[in-house]
């Protein structure tokens, strides 16, 4: 004989059950809520390998050389690249470009279009520059500092004192999402300034203010006109 299967009606929740899911609600929520108030915990996460490393490789590959700029590009991709330059006591600069998550080193060159003016400046200012790229940093560092994205050697300061070289530092800041940049005095470590720059989700780092002139591109020579064909005398067919 078979049994008939027995429905089983649904229990009423009591006002405590209710109650219960109404908490167990709320504290999701809550939590949600909690969770955008919360700082990101990492800024270009796939930069691995930082500014202060990529310079120190750069002037290995560059021997007697001393650090001039550096600037992140591409940090919106998976691999972005960091290029260095560095400055040999001739006032020669080379170019250095660097894998920024592993620290290979993609290729080096001398970027062309240094006349002599060039080189004397930038042997000028490296050699004024007292306090290393990593010590002008440890200057503007603050709680959600984030990462450095750009450095670079500058002439002066704008009040006209002091010697002529000055870190001009680009930073990611972690807590806000934007980018900073901050002036630090090379020889004496006195912070100039900082100012709040756009959003940073995508910083691509433009090139250093401080870039080489390039030589004018020639225009390549009009290809020669042919001389005008003399059409043959008429011969009257026989």
Do not use: N
């Amino acid at each position: 004989m078979q049994r008939t299967p027995r429905t089983r009606t649904p229990r009423r929740r009591g006002p405590g059950g209710l109650l219960a899911l109404l908490i167990a609600a709320g504290a999701a929520l809550t939590g949600c809520a909690d969770y955008r108030l919360e700082p990101p915990t990492e800024v270009l996460a796939q930069v691995e390998f930082p500014y202060d490393a990529a310079f120190a490789r750069a002037q290995h590959e560059v021997p007697d050389s001393r650090p001039f700029s550096l600037g992140l590009r591409g940090a919106d991709r998976a691999v972005p690249v960091w290029y260095g330059r560095v400055v040999t006591p001739d006032g020669t600069v080379h170019e250095v470009r660097m894998d920024a998550v592993r620290g290979r080193v993609l290729g080096a060159s001398v970027p062309a279009g240094q006349s002599a003016s060039a080189k004397s400046r930038a042997a000028a200012l490296t050699a004024h520059a007292k306090l290393l790229p990593s010590e002008a940093v440890k200057k503007v560092k603050e709680p959600d500092f984030g990462k450095v994205t750009q450095i670079e050697l500058t002439d002066g300061r704008t009040d006209g004192t002091g010697d002529a070289a000055v870190w001009r530092i680009t930073v990611a800041a972690l807590r806000r999402d934007d980018l900073r940049t901050y002036r630090v005095d090379a020889v004496t470590g006195e912070v100039l300034s900082g100012d709040v720059g756009g959003p940073a989700a995508t910083p691509t780092v433009a090139p250093p203010s401080t870039a080489l002139p390039t030589l004018p591109t020639a225009s390549p020579p009009a290809p020669p006109t042919a001389p005008p064909r003399t059409p043959a005398p008429y011969r009257p067919s026989p």
